[in-house]
């Protein structure tokens, strides 16, 4: 059985270390750090470009010999405020100082020098609705196709209300074959709120060769490989979440399963 959900490694410091090595396959790392004031997290890219996104908290940030001083505003997650971030391109280090209580993510792909480092949230970052109904979300764009800000990585939070769907209609992005779909690999960071509560996320082919449901806790990362990867959030529990995907081609084209598409092309009209 594929291992597709990560458990945190404890409460402060590197909770996750997800590398391609680790997660088989080829392009996508995510770390996560939980920081008291004062401590510290540093790191060298590598042939990496890193996206730095305050989910929670304040930290003094500096990447690439540039200081950004401190950033952040949202103490909360669920506050569905627009993120802090930073950009730090490969071959190069960055650093940051906890001023308060924070949880860093740290989104990787390959990089390729096309970007510098530079502040790329809050400023150009909007929460959008998206689906009807029970499939209602809110979303942040931190990084996705229509903001030039990396060479690999796409990035974006979600916010999916209780009671509701997200990334649904089941859909996937698992062939290299542009304009129709790409490859992208992606990762689940999930929280709920409160934080006691769970959620559920399904990641299939339609073939069956993958078929994994798993119950999520807040602070767990799931794995998307390949197939389809719907969540749930039950009622009582609002669910976020946090998606890194890289690929080879920096696109986000997808397919619906057809087995309910319908939905998709009812809502569409």
């Known amino acids: 059985m594929p291992d597709l959900l990560r458990k945190a490694s404890g409460t402060s410091g590197?909770?996750?270390d997800i590398t391609p090595e680790s997660a088989g396959w080829s392009y996508v790392g995510f770390g996560l750090y939980h920081l008291k004031p004062?401590?510290?997290?540093?790191e060298s890219t590598g042939d990496k470009e890193v996206i730095l996104m305050l989910v929670e908290?304040?930290?003094?940030?500096?990447?690439?010999?540039?200081d950004f001083g401190e950033l952040g505003d949202r103490m909360n997650v669920f506050e569905r405020t627009p993120p802090h971030c930073v950009y730090v391109p490969n071959d190069s280090d960055w650093q940051a100082t906890a001023t308060t209580n924070c949880t860093l993510a740290v989104c990787a792909a390959p990089g390729m020098g096309g970007h510098e480092a530079q502040i790329i949230g809050p400023a150009g970052i909007a929460l959008e609705e998206r689906g009807k109904g029970a499939n209602t979300r809110f979303i942040h764009n931190i990084a996705m196709e229509n903001r030039d800000v990396a060479d690999s990585l796409l990035v974006t939070e979600v916010f999916t209300p209780q009671g509701n769907w997200s990334s649904y209609p089941p859909h996937r992005h698992d062939e290299d074959n542009f304009p129709?779909?790409?490859?992208?690999?992606?990762?689940?960071?999930?929280?709920?709120n409160p934080e006691t509560g769970f959620g559920f996320q399904r990641v299939f082919t339609?073939?069956?060769?993958?078929?994994?449901?798993?119950?999520?806790?807040?602070?767990?990362?799931?794995?998307?490989?390949?197939?389809?990867h719907p969540c749930g959030?039950?009622?009582?529990y609002e669910m976020y979440y946090l998606n890194v995907m890289a690929g080879p081609l920096r696109k986000w084209r997808f397919k619906n399963h057809p087995d309910h598409d319908w939905i998709f092309q009812r809502d569409s009209k």
């Open 14 to 16: 590197k909770v996750h």
């Open 38 to 42: 004062g401590e510290k997290a540093s």
């Open 57 to 66: 908290g304040k930290a003094e940030i500096s990447g690439a010999s540039k």
């Open 180 to 192: 129709d779909m790409t490859y992208l690999e992606e990762t689940y960071y999930h929280r709920l």
């Open 206 to 228: 339609e073939d069956g060769e993958l078929d994994e449901t798993m119950a999520v806790s807040s602070g767990d990362v799931v794995l998307v490989p390949k197939g389809h």
């Open 233 to 236: 959030a039950p009622y009582g």
